[in-house]
């Protein structure tokens, strides 16, 4: 299977063939936009077309760990916020934008929090997930070891941030009771900066390291938000290198991130609940994400 890129420039796609990061029994190879209309022209033309292909991949076991640092709370010690985002990335370049800026935000957010010696209601865990380009490796068994021991009942919330960066809202997966809790939220980050505009959404996706909380009902929370739009030619590919990044934009991910975490932790309220089994079926149809979940074998209720 031979795939071209949509992005300008000869950029070349990587981890696009399997849905699920397992590997595929098909072949399947990447080339540049450029090379892919040139090919589909000579084969509209007719003419005979050769190709030789030559493939060193290599695929081996390896070791891989979640790191978690926990900042316990002082009130609700035993009802988590779980904040995290993936270490790991794909192979062609760094993964700056997908996702070191997002991890090492985590990074600062948790500096941020001892620095200024902020003490949370709730437990706080600062997770950077492994194996998330492989199938959410990481974050699958962090939740199946909560299931297993019965701590996903403490888990009350998950914040994820991959590829999130200079913020301007939140997007708030899960049943809400009401938006009330984030608009508020908002208004007072936005009384501290004006660069947040205090953007919601009430969206659930797929393909994160949310995805496996979100199915067992945990209440979802993400970063909207506002990088350069020609970043985004970069996704999966050989140029998502270092050069990417802007200071300003990490910056505000740490310093916006830190006030959303710490009102989330400190609420009197939660905005949302964890959903039951059937609830959480219910939710997957609501949100169009039944289809996508069976292909991926990710389907849990029948």
Same mark, same amino acid.
């Given at each position: 299977?031979?795939?071209?890129?949509?992005?300008?420039?000869?950029?070349?796609?990587?981890?696009?063939?399997?849905?699920?990061?397992?590997?595929?029994?098909?072949?399947?190879?990447?080339?540049?936009?450029?090379?892919?209309?040139?090919?589909?022209?000579?084969?509209?033309?007719?003419?005979?077309?050769?190709?030789?292909?030559?493939?060193?991949?290599?695929?081996?076991?390896?070791?891989?760990?979640?790191?978690?640092?926990?900042?316990?709370?002082?009130?609700?010690?035993?009802?988590?916020?779980?904040?995290? #985002?993936? +270490?790991? =990335?794909?192979?062609?370049?760094?993964? %700056?934008?997908? &996702? $070191?800026?997002?991890?090492?935000?985590?990074?600062?957010?948790?500096?941020?929090?001892?620095?200024?010696?902020?003490?949370?209601?709730?437990?706080?865990?600062?997770?950077?997930?492994?194996?998330?380009?492989? #199938?959410? +490796?990481? =974050?699958?068994?962090?939740?199946?070891? %909560?299931?297993? &021991? $019965?701590?996903?009942?403490?888990?009350?919330?998950?914040?994820?941030?991959?590829?999130?960066?200079?913020?301007?809202?939140?997007?708030?997966?899960?049943?809400?009771?009401?938006?009330?809790?984030?608009?508020?939220?908002?208004?007072?980050?936005?009384?501290?900066?004006?660069?947040?505009?205090?953007?919601?959404?009430?969206?659930?996706?797929?393909?994160?390291?949310?995805?496996?909380?979100?199915?067992?009902?945990?209440?979802?929370?993400?970063?909207?938000?506002?990088?350069?739009?020609?970043?985004?030619?970069?996704?999966?590919?050989?140029?998502?290198?270092?050069?990417?990044?802007?200071?300003?934009?990490?910056?505000?991910?740490?310093?916006?991130?830190?006030?959303?975490?710490?009102?989330?932790?400190?609420?009197?309220?939660?905005?949302?609940?964890?959903?039951?089994?059937?609830?959480?079926?219910?939710?997957?149809?609501?949100?169009?994400?039944?289809?996508?979940?069976?292909?991926?074998?990710?389907?849990?209720?029948?």
């Amino acid at each position: 299977m031979v795939i071209f890129n949509q992005a300008d420039g000869g950029v070349l796609l990587t981890g696009t063939a399997s849905v699920t990061g397992e590997l595929i029994p098909i072949p399947a190879i990447c080339i540049g936009k450029e090379k892919g209309f040139e090919l589909k022209e000579k084969l509209a033309s007719g003419k005979k077309i050769e190709a030789h292909i030559q493939m060193t991949n290599h695929s081996d076991l390896i070791k891989a760990r979640n790191v978690i640092a926990t900042l316990k709370g002082s009130e609700l010690p035993d009802e988590k916020i779980i904040i995290g #985002g993936h +270490l790991d =990335s794909w192979d062609l370049a760094t993964g %700056a934008i997908d &996702n $070191g800026i997002g991890s090492f935000a985590i990074l600062d957010i948790a500096r941020a929090f001892k620095a200024n010696k902020l003490q949370p209601k709730r437990t706080i865990q600062f997770v950077m997930f492994m194996g998330e380009e492989q #199938g959410l +490796l990481g =974050s699958t068994h962090m939740v199946k070891e %909560a299931v297993k &021991n $019965g701590s996903i009942e403490n888990i009350k919330y998950m914040f994820n941030i991959d590829m999130g960066g200079n913020p301007i809202g939140v997007n708030a997966g899960g049943k809400l009771r009401d938006t009330t809790f984030f608009k508020t939220m908002g208004e007072e980050i936005a009384a501290v900066d004006t660069l947040y505009k205090n953007r919601f959404s009430n969206r659930s996706g797929l393909h994160s390291d949310h995805q496996p909380f979100m199915l067992e009902g945990v209440p979802i929370l993400s970063v909207i938000g506002n990088l350069d739009r020609s970043i985004y030619r970069c996704y999966h590919a050989d140029c998502d290198d270092f050069n990417l990044v802007n200071k300003d934009h990490i910056t505000n991910t740490a310093r916006f991130g830190t006030m959303i975490l710490f009102a989330l932790a400190n609420a009197d309220q939660l905005p949302a609940v964890k959903m039951d089994s059937e609830t959480t079926k219910q939710f997957m149809i609501d949100n169009n994400l039944e289809e996508p979940l069976r292909i991926a074998g990710e389907w849990k209720w029948e």
